[in-house]
């Protein structure tokens, strides 16, 4: 016997939309989930991301909109009715059960027969390594330990779908690191559908097949990782996945999407990314691709630098107090002038003025 998600082709969120009030904390959520995808909901805090994922556990009714399991609606039935397999950042396991008896909890109240409960208990506990202390109390063991029991438990269901809400966040950076391993690995072992709240977009990009980026509860844009990382479709998804330095320019010429500006005094050259924008343009780049060059078209002064162990990173401010966030490989001091440059692909041009 070997424990593996139920057999379903997809997941469908249709026009989902979850109101408080005259507050619309998710609104028109459409999105196809395939059997076996890992998708990360990813935005910052308040964006929507907990109230779309307890209205796919069935905590919260919808107040618009549909949730369909292949061609069975289930968003008017009850949580322990859809069979989805939950894991929280509080892990929520039974303080005075044994870990065996934490992981077999939910097959109990299914009421299965006893020979079956201890069968894939010892499985899951095997699956999540944690077959010699089986007979322990969660007080007994460690808060990494505690996660890959309250991951046990959510999985040993056979579940379609594993929700998992910033499950990793009362974890020191070293066991985060593990963990987002061993969620992956048991993912890819059991084949069920995963969606991972978070608003770390490393976690997102390393584990999931699709990340979709949620901001004032509408989907900004569903992507790969690569896609999300190398082409943000707007300009605050770029300052989301990493784009630190967001700057107000005027475009000057264009051809063929690439782009000349002017920042300041100086004159960039970049990529359009949003098609249809006017003079006033917003550049995107990461700090760690603007980097000091002898030739490099913006002037500016060092204010602060801090040693990255490979390089240094550092923020320098220009005479029209222009703030750039750029990485050096040299050690850099403040007060010095540099000149900094970008790559034209790697600088993102979007319509629209920055804040
Ligand atoms: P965080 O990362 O801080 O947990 P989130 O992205 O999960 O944030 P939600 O908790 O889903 O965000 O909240 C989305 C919006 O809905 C927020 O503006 C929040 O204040 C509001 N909200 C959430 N729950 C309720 C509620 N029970 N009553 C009223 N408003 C709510």
């Known amino acids: ?37 890992f998708i990360a909901l990813l935005g910052p805090s308040g964006c929507g991301k907990s109230t779309a994922l ?11 909109g549909s949730i369909w399991l292949d061609d069975t609606r289930i968003d008017h039935l009850k949580p322990e009715e859809r069979g989805f397999g939950m894991v929280f950042q509080n892990y929520a396991l039974f303080p005075h059960m044994s870990l065996r008896k934490n992981i077999g909890f939910g097959l109990k109240m299914q009421k299965r027969p006893q020979a079956e409960i201890d069968a894939k208990v010892e499985e899951a506990l095997a699956l999540v390594r944690l077959s010699k202390q089986a007979d322990k109390l969660p007080g007994q063991i460690s808060g990494g ?22 499950p990793l966040s009362n974890l020191d950076a070293k066991l985060r690191l593990e963990m987002r391993a061993e ?25 999931a097949d699709r990340i979709v980026v949620l901001r004032d509860g509408q989907m900004r844009q569903v992507g790969t990782p690569q896609e999300l990382y190398a082409r943000p479709a707007h300009a605050d ?10 700057l107000k320019a005027e475009a000057e010429t264009e051809q063929n999407g690439r782009l000349t500006m002017r ?34 078209p913006i002037a500016a002064a060092v204010v602060s630098a801090e ?12 005479q029209e107090g222009l703030d750039l966030w750029f990485r050096s490989e040299l050690s850099v001091q403040p007060g010095e002038q540099l000149r900094l440059g970008a790559p034209a692909e790697r600088v993102l041009v979007y319509a629209g003025a920055a804040a």
Not at 12 to 27: Q, S, Y
Not at 145 to 166: F, G, N, Y
Not at 237 to 246: D, K, L, S, T
């Open 1 to 37: 016997m070997t424990i593996s998600a139920k057999n379903f082709r997809e997941l469908r969120l249709d026009h989902m939309r979850r109101d408080f009030g005259g507050m619309n904390a998710l609104r028109d959520i459409t999105l196809t989930i395939k059997r076996g995808e």
């Open 237 to 246: 998804v770029a300052e989301f996945m990493g784009y630190r330095n967001i």
């Open 145 to 166: 330990q505690q996660q890959r029991v309250a991951i046990a438990r959510a999985i040993v269901v056979e579940p379609p779908l594993v929700l998992m809400d910033e």
């Open 263 to 296: 920042l300041g005094g100086a004159k960039l050259e970049g990529f359009a990314v949003e098609p249809g924008h006017g003079r006033e343009v917003i550049a995107a780049l990461r700090p760690e691709d603007l980097t000091p060059a002898n030739d490099g």
């Open 54 to 64: 307890n209205c796919l556990a069935g905590l919260l009714p919808l107040s618009g």
């Open 183 to 207: 969620i992956r690995r048991i993912h890819n072992m059991i084949g069920c559908s995963t969606i991972y709240v978070t608003h770390d977009q490393d976690e997102a990009l390393s584990l």
């Open 307 to 318: 040693y990255r162990g490979r390089d240094f990173y550092g923020l320098a401010r220009t």
